[in-house]
Nanobody, 118 residues
Framework: QVQLVESGGGVVQPGGSLRLSCAAS????????MVWYRQAPGKGRELVAI???????NYHHSVKGRFTISRDNTKNTVYLQMNSLKPEDTAVYYC????????????WGQGTQVTVSS
């Protein structure tokens, strides 16, 4: 029902910025919650930021104050503005869209690589 396409990843130096986008398309009435996850090499997938349809937002403590999640419901798109990037932010970033309240009906994007290195 939902296809998600992430974009905006790339290679940046420490302290740099990137803006990730995730555009949803397909056959659905609405997306309840949109989430950014990331997975670094050799590590598990962790939640980075989450935003509900009502605009409630939460962040992983490691990115709080540096990252900003937002969404444009008219475009079915979620964004992740990443500032003051650190090497430990290096990961594949994935978009996840929940059609229900609890995430039991959820869809994943293909991921976009973010590399923070000198």
């Amino acid at each position: 029902q939902v296809q998600l396409v992430e974009s905006g990843g790339g290679v940046v130096q420490p302290g740099g910025s990137l803006r990730l986008s995730c555009a949803a398309s397909g056959r659905f009435f609405r997306i309840n919650t949109m989430v950014w996850y990331r997975q670094a090499p050799g590590k598990g997938r962790e939640l980075v930021a989450i935003i509900t349809s009502g605009g409630n937002i939460n962040y992983h403590h490691s990115v709080k104050g540096r990252f900003t999640i937002s969404r444009d419901n008219t475009k079915n798109t979620v964004y992740l503005q990443m500032n003051s990037l650190k090497p430990e932010d290096t990961a594949v970033y994935y978009c996840n869209a929940w059609l229900d309240r609890f995430g039991s009906l959820a869809y994943w994007g293909q991921g976009t690589q973010v590399t923070v290195s000198s």
